[in-house]
């Protein structure tokens, strides 16, 4: 087992499971409500962009209204209902990665903190992916205000570990968001890959590792 780290924590959406898992199952869901979807979108690219304070779902509810020419309240509500709740129930029939579970357990076994930090909250995933009973941390970046590469959030997971960024593998599928803002504070990081973007994106972002099956992870971590 690697010695430099006490704890590893994982993106989730695009990274325990491969993207179209997710996205195959939103084509209905994205063909009645693309509006709403390309205005969060559009808030969510400002909310990284500029430095904001107070409540997030209110602050991101007044982009998207302006940008939908709607009331902020009405707006947040349809998010909350709509994106927030309405996309959890197509967890239970997406599929993970293979070796996910094994390299949870393996982890846990060896000792090591395991944590997830998403950009979206996580509760109702863990539960429809068979994921409960691994974390000793589950974090939203919305909770603290900012989302990734921000380095509030990947902060805040190492103050939840109580282990020092330096001590910590950030596992995850953006260069942009994960891999850069994991470095930013420190961490060391792991890049999940499909064989297509390895062959034909050399795109890695420094990560300290890149990987295209959890197999590989899993060596990298314990072997």
């Given at each position: 087992?690697?010695?430099?780290?006490?704890?590893?924590?994982?993106?989730?959406?695009?990274?325990?499971?491969?993207?179209?898992?997710?996205?195959?199952?939103?084509?209905?869901?994205?063909?009645?409500?693309?509006?709403?979807?390309?205005?969060?979108?559009?808030?969510?690219?400002?909310?990284?962009?500029?430095?904001?304070?107070?409540?997030?779902?209110?602050?991101?509810?007044?982009?998207?209204?302006?940008?939908?020419?709607?009331?902020?309240?009405?707006?947040?509500d349809k998010t909350e209902k709509l994106i927030y709740r309405g996309w959890?129930?197509?967890?239970?029939?997406?599929?993970?990665?293979?070796?996910?579970?094994?390299?949870?357990?393996?982890?846990?076994?060896?000792?090591?903190?395991?944590?997830?930090?998403?950009?979206?909250?996580?509760?109702?995933?863990?539960?429809?992916?068979?994921?409960?009973?691994?974390?000793?941390?589950?974090?939203?970046?919305?909770?603290?205000?900012?989302?990734?590469?921000?380095?509030?959030?990947?902060?805040?997971?190492?103050?939840?570990?109580?282990?020092?960024?330096?001590?910590?593998?950030?596992?995850?599928?953006?260069?942009?968001?994960?891999?850069?803002?994991?470095?930013?504070?420190?961490?060391?990081?792991?890049?999940?890959?499909?064989?297509?973007?390895?062959?034909?994106?050399?795109?890695?972002?420094?990560?300290?590792?890149?990987?295209?099956?959890?197999?590989?992870?899993?060596?990298?971590?314990?072997?």
């Amino acid at each position: 087992m690697r010695k430099d780290i006490d704890a590893v924590a994982f993106d989730l959406d695009g990274t325990l499971y491969p993207n179209i898992e997710f996205y195959s199952r939103l084509i209905p869901f994205v063909l009645k409500e693309h509006k709403l979807l390309m205005a969060m979108g559009k808030a969510r690219d400002v909310l990284r962009a500029e430095e904001h304070k107070g409540h997030f779902y209110d602050h991101q509810a007044r982009i998207m209204a302006e940008i939908l020419k709607d009331d902020p309240a009405s707006i947040k509500d349809k998010t909350e209902k709509l994106i927030y709740r309405g996309w959890e129930p197509i967890f239970k029939k997406v599929r993970l990665y293979s070796y996910v579970h094994e390299t949870l357990k393996g982890c846990k076994d060896a000792g090591l903190k395991i944590g997830l930090l998403s950009d979206f909250p996580l509760e109702q995933k863990i539960d429809y992916l068979g994921l409960d009973g691994y974390w000793d941390v589950v974090l939203c970046s919305e909770e603290v205000n900012h989302l990734k590469p921000d380095p509030a959030p990947f902060l805040r997971l190492s103050e939840l570990f109580s282990v020092p960024p330096q001590r910590i593998l950030y596992v995850g599928n953006s260069v942009s968001y994960d891999i850069m803002g994991a470095k930013g504070v420190g961490m060391k990081t792991a890049l999940v890959k499909s064989v297509y973007k390895k062959m034909f994106s050399g795109k890695d972002g420094g990560a300290d590792f890149v990987f295209t099956k959890y197999k590989q992870l899993y060596s990298y971590i314990l072997g």
